[in-house]
């Protein structure tokens, strides 16, 4: 399977995404500079988290004008897996590939810390090696976590079980205190609702080998790899 | 022609940025100081062009890049450049 990872000026963790599928899962990766025009050949796309164009404006708001923006909407459209990560999910929001936005945080504080996150969704391409229910443990490192939307749109996102993940306590209760940055709903992840794209807010990429003391975040690029490849069919 | 724009939150929106400068304000002494919001000032220099096209590129402007419609709202003033006369 061929990874695509985009590198915007300030990505930092483009190449941690890249080791985890290449090293973790054995598969292919290229990364893809912002000013390139093609993902042919792109079997998924991971939009990594950083700081693209240094947060100006928006966290997302210029990056979301870069060259390879168009082809990897028209990827999105033929049904090809994004994976947008902390950033890379702001970058998603901007760009209109997955609906809502994100503000700064309940407590204005950058927060880098270990969370749990429950898998509310398990038959995603993102989620299909998890458990329905399975509680992961994930760090997160962001200012600007709190997402935000309408009613309306955050009513459909629960409806059609577009919300991934939910930030909850070591046990699975999503309640408010295990809230870290005051995002709505505790949403920590969540999908289009073609089910193709996923942007979530802790880094999978910065916990998917046992040198890193966890491999939680590893069920998620093996998932992609399992969708693609059939071995997970529902 | 320059154009300045503000870029606010809307109302109803949690500012928490704004909340947090009030109660600093409030440990001022400026415990009057019923609410406080923040926001983006943009100045532009837009070259020539008439007040019409003007108006039209800045609500592009706005609308594609510079303010994220879900959350924020935004108004601009245009100033046409008058050249002083010199003495």
Known sequence: MNFGVLVFPGSNCDHDCAHAVSE????????IWHHDTSLEGMDAVIVPGGFSYGDYLRTGAIAQFSPIMEPLKLFAAKGGLVLGICNGFQILLEVGLLPGVMMRNRDLSFICEDIYVKVENATTPFTNA??????????????????????????????????????????????????PNGTLDNIAGIRNAAGNILGLMPHPERCAETVLGNQDGLLLFRSMVDAFTGVHTS | ??????????????????????????????STVKDVRVGKFLEIELGDTDQTQAESQLKAMCEKLLANT?????????????????P
Do not use: W
């Not at chain 1, 973790?24 to 990364?31: A, F, I, K, P, S």
């Not at chain 1, 709190?146 to 046990?171: E, G, K, M």
């Not at chain 2, 320059?2 to 947090?20: C, E, F, M, N, Y």
């Open chain 1, 24 to 31: 973790g899962l054995g598969q292919d990766v290229r990364l």
């Open chain 1, 130 to 179: 998890c458990q329905s229910g399975q509680i992961l443990k994930l760090p997160i490192a962001h200012a600007e976590g709190n997402y935000y939307t309408d009613p309306v749109t955050l009513s459909s996102l629960q409806a059609n079980a577009q919300i991934v993940f939910r930030y909850c306590t070591v046990n699975g209760q999503t309640a408010p205190e295990a809230n």
């Open chain 2, 1 to 30: 022609m320059k154009a300045k724009i503000h870029v606010t939150l809307k109302s109803g929106i949690l500012d928490p940025q704004g909340r947090a400068i009030q109660q600093s304000l409030a440990t001022l002494g400026f």
């Open chain 2, 70 to 86: 879900v959350i924020e709202d935004y108004r601009y003033e245009i100033e046409t450049s008058n050249p002083s006369t010199t």
